[in-house]
């Protein structure tokens, strides 16, 4: 028998996807553009700064990447495989629980591992401008892989235990989170009430963060560069045991077992905080069937807008934690600046995860298609959605552009020149500005994704890619070009500029996927929700006019034979 059958069998389908070949170019032109993006903007400074720079902004975003890849990749991999009642045939054979482990793993990470793979190189770009050693460069890409391995196996280990898809997903990345920022935090609150003058260090070990932190030569050489490698050994050692762990649970999970009395009572428990008793649900069930029933159908769970409220909450108890310790040094630009980005990113990923996912569970169930067998129109389906979507969303946006309007007026009381105070002002006006329009766009894209993508998770991705990867790309080329076409002339674009052009591609992705999507949804909704998942055409087939597309999911094109010219007879 071949050792790990299915490793091997998924490594020669992906050596025939073109998927696999397209993820390692693009992620290495994209770095790439990136660099040449940075070099050219920041030449005037000395070569070493622009080395450092260059360099963390790479770093941090290929570790970033790679500690929340376990997310998207592996975290639904086993239990959408229970949902589909398949995992438990693969143990009818002579496979073992690391044998569908390891083959799952490769199946799901082998395109983020190939991205790795190609960036990792390009990430000694910094080296030919002096500023950054051999050391920092090898430390820094041992830091990415094993983040890498470290967040697979944490998916992989809960979607083992996990039957939904979006348990699984919380899940991974709670625990994602734990191990990177909850342990540094609970340390460091440990340490502040003991009054210690250091985080205890076994609290910071666990964390990818930290070992990316001591991986610069600074904290490298300070320490002596004993607890990089503890770190660095530490997080290994724990992803090993996720996959061990993944292993020896994998072949117990699959089976439908009956509930036990604990279990019944927890569910119970569960299903009263969510969705009240049965007066209250039939109260609340006759106040939202009176406006909609689609909006019944996806705002059933009551504590949907409550479990928003409670992440900002818990931020907003991080930030006055922040400003009772640092006082005054708490309140400045840096904190405005990032406290804005992380509520503005959480906001929107949050509701392109909500926008279609209620879509996607009832198609992949098959209750759309008894929903359009009833009077429901489309037109009813997308304003149900919306008011859900209304209902979770509206009152934590609300809260969220009031800060953000706090933040303007204490950045520009904290500047004294007029420029940069007015630069302040429209930084915020604009980012007020493009969180609601992007919240527009994603609701049309997310819901069409929904109704067309294979799972929930690609839908989500696809929408976020639409929406707000495409402008940063075409920003940074853009801004490569104009660089290169100024590279010998005077020309001072200044940041305004920039920034003009940065919401002129958001805003035109918003309106043209946006348009795009409500107009699919609008004239080929039935169509799409009757449909299988089939595979498409590419882009060059679709641009010079290629067949229709064909497969399992395509039902066949049946020409009936043409009937024969009557034969006449001579008489």
């Not at 002096?130 to 920092?136: A, D, I, K, L, Y």
């Not at 470290?150 to 997903?169: D, E, P, Q, Y």
């Not at 949907?304 to 009772?324: E, I, Q, R, T």
């Amino acid at each position: 028998m071949t050792f790990l059958p299915i490793v091997a069998r998924e490594l020669r389908i992906a050596s025939r996807r073109r998927s696999t070949y397209w993820v390692r170019g693009g992620a290495a032109l994209v770095v790439l553009v990136i660099s040449t993006s940075f070099f050219l903007l920041t030449q005037q400074q000395p070569p070493s700064q622009i080395a450092m720079g260059l360099f963390a902004i790479l770093t941090g975003g290929a570790a970033l990447y790679c500690l929340f890849s376990g997310v998207r990749s592996t975290a639904d991999c086993l239990s959408q495989e229970k949902r589909e009642g398949t995992l438990g045939l693969l143990f009818l054979t002579d496979l073992k629980g690391y044998d569908v482990v390891l083959g799952k793993l490769v199946a799901t990470s082998l395109n983020g591992f190939y991205g790795v793979l190609a960036v990792v190189p390009m990430l000694a770009l910094p080296l030919l401008l002096g500023g950054v050693t051999p050391g920092e460069f090898w430390r820094m890409a041992l830091v990415a892989v094993n983040a890498l391995f470290f967040s697979l196996a944490v998916g992989i280990c809960v979607s083992a235990v996990c039957r939904s898809a979006r348990n699984a997903m919380g899940l991974t990345l709670a625990l994602i989170l734990l191990f990177a920022a909850g342990f540094p935090a609970f340390g460091a609150w440990l340490g502040f009430v003991v009054r210690a003058k250091k985080v205890p260090l076994l609290f910071l070990w666990p964390s990818a963060g930290f070992s990316y932190f001591l991986a610069f030569d600074s904290a490298y050489i300070r320490t002596g560069g004993q607890d990089f490698w503890r770190s660095l050994l530490l997080i290994h050692g724990l992803a090993w045991l996720f996959l061990v762990l993944a292993s020896l649970i994998a072949p117990c999970s699959w089976q439908d077992r009956p509930a036990g009395a604990q279990r019944l009572r927890w569910n119970e428990r569960w299903r009263f905080w969510s969705y009240g008793d049965p007066a209250e649900r039939a109260a609340f069930r006759r106040l939202l069937l009176n406006q909609n029933a689609y909006f019944w159908l996806a705002a059933r769970a009551r504590l949907k807008p409550a479990c928003v409220w409670g992440v900002l909450a818990l931020l907003g108890c991080g930030w006055a934690w922040g400003l009772a310790k640092y006082h005054r040094d708490w309140l400045s630009e840096f904190m405005y600046f990032a406290t804005g980005v992380i509520l503005n990113l959480l906001i929107k990923v949050w509701f392109a995860s909500e926008s279609g996912r209620q879509l996607a569970a009832d198609r992949s169930y098959g209750a759309l298609e008894l929903l359009l067998s009833t009077p429901l129109t489309v037109r009813d389906i997308l304003h149900g959605q919306w008011l859900a979507l209304k209902r979770q969303f509206l009152g934590p946006l609300i809260a969220v552009l009031s800060v953000f309007f706090i933040f303007m007026l204490a950045s520009a009381s904290e500047v004294s020149a007029a420029e940069d105070r007015a630069a302040w002002l429209l930084f915020w006006a604009v980012l007020m500005t493009l969180l609601v329009a992007d919240l527009a766009g994603l609701y049309w894209v997310g819901l069409w994704q929904g109704l067309t993508a294979k799972n929930p998770n690609r839908a989500t991705s696809a929408a976020l890619v639409r929406i707000m990867v495409l402008p940063c790309i075409a920003l940074a080329l853009l801004s490569l070009v104009i660089s290169l076409l100024s590279m010998n002339r005077e020309v001072n674009l200044g940041p305004k500029f920039f920034l003009a052009l940065w919401v002129g591609l958001s805003l035109a992705a918003d309106v043209g996927f946006g348009a795009w999507a409500r107009h699919r949804l609008l004239t080929e909704f039935r169509l799409a929700a009757a449909q299988r998942y089939a595979p498409g055409l590419g882009f060059w087939k679709r641009l010079l006019g290629g067949a229709e597309p064909s497969g399992p999911g395509v039902p066949p094109v049946i020409e009936m034979p043409k009937p024969a010219a009557p034969r006449v007879q001579s008489l």
